[in-house]
């Protein structure tokens, strides 16, 4: 099969896309509520895996061919100058909600960018105001994409997928499913998509497609249970497709990708103890802990090992599901909170015996002393999930124990 040319634009009658633009930088943004994160470094590492000099901003910092920069603002702009002057190939920059939707964007000026998700269809989600900033950020970065650039949309987040509507870019539609009924149609008007399919991840329109990766060679989708991280490797293949990035070069960079704690602090990062695994996550809503708890249940274990703090966000009855969800993990579940959260101790409680068989519940004053514990109960064949707001401390504090 000959390579599918994303190259090749075709636009809304009426519009010259070319007309009046000057040469575009070679600029990647991604903006959404959840992932985007883990989509930048999956880009980054796919770009450099093919040899291309990188720029990256991301929530932890401004990074150039993997060196952190000291600040952001004077790195960042130093890094736009390189990319001018052609000392640079790309530069890829995470987009934040709060920081888009009170500074603005310029107009047209991304030849590539992408929304990871909003809510995922969430309903408690999509009445937030979280979520109303979130829907202004997309559509301001729907219009920052050039006419002659793509616009890479999550397809199963019908909030993402309304920004098709506000760009005259071309539209690279992503999925789960090949069935989902946008990204058939897209596929069916001659639109480009990305999606998962008898466990591969396809490119490609609906008459030339190709399988770029296995998902099980994606080791930090956990072979695929964790469905959120597959619908951040769909979105990064998306937008290396774009960017011209080859197949093989995808496949490495996926192929040896881990979250680091210290860069994606909290993105499902994966630690091997000996004979087991431990993910720390920073869920923080009832939606994406359900998301995360979904991904865990599947994965083969001996016995599962929880450590959770309390949410002190969330109402009583979200604090009852919390404890519900991660309850339906079994094995052991430790909480940590200090003596003036008991209330929320004891609704998490509530929801976790909820559950047909509820597990082993521990109560401890701190996450420290938590882990810790939980590190002594872990065994060959176990599992361990560590559900925190903290995740590089999180992180530090198992690496003091297991060296």
Known sequence: MTDIDLTH?????????????APALPLAAVAGLRGKSTVVWLVNSMLQSAGRAVALWSSTGVYVNGERQEGELGPWGRA??????GQLDVAVQELETSTVTSVGLPQRIYPVAAVTTLCGNNEDCLISPEAAQGAR????????????????????????????????ARVILYALHPENPALRKHLEKGGCGVWADDGRIVLGTRLDQRGVIAIDDAHFTLSGALTFQVQNLLCAVAIAAALQVPDEAIRQAVSAFEPDPNRLPGSCNIIRLPGA???????????????????????????MVT???????????????AGRLLGRLGGAVILHAPPGQRRMVDAMIEGISQNDIPPLVLSMPSEHEAIVHALRMIREGDFGLVVTGDAQSAAETIWSIEG
């Not at 219009?143 to 506000?166: C, F, I, K, Q, S």
């Not at 996550?281 to 599947?298: E, K, M």
Request: aromatic letters at 2%.
């Open 80 to 85: 736009l100058e390189a990319l001018q002057a």
């Open 9 to 21: 634009h075709e636009h809304r009658a009426g519009e010259h896309p070319s007309e009046h633009l």
């Open 137 to 168: 950020a997309v559509a301001m970065l729907a219009r920052a994409v050039r006419p002659d650039g793509d616009l890479v949309l999550n397809a199963d987040d019908t909030a993402v997928r309304a920004a098709a509507d506000l760009t005259a």
């Open 307 to 321: 450590v959770s703090g309390c949410f002190p966000h969330l109402s009583e009855p979200q604090l009852i599901e």
């Open 277 to 303: 695994t431990l993910v720390i996550d920073g869920a923080h809503q009832v939606w994406t802990l359900r998301s995360l708890v979904r991904g865990i249940r599947h994965q083969p274990h001996r016995r």
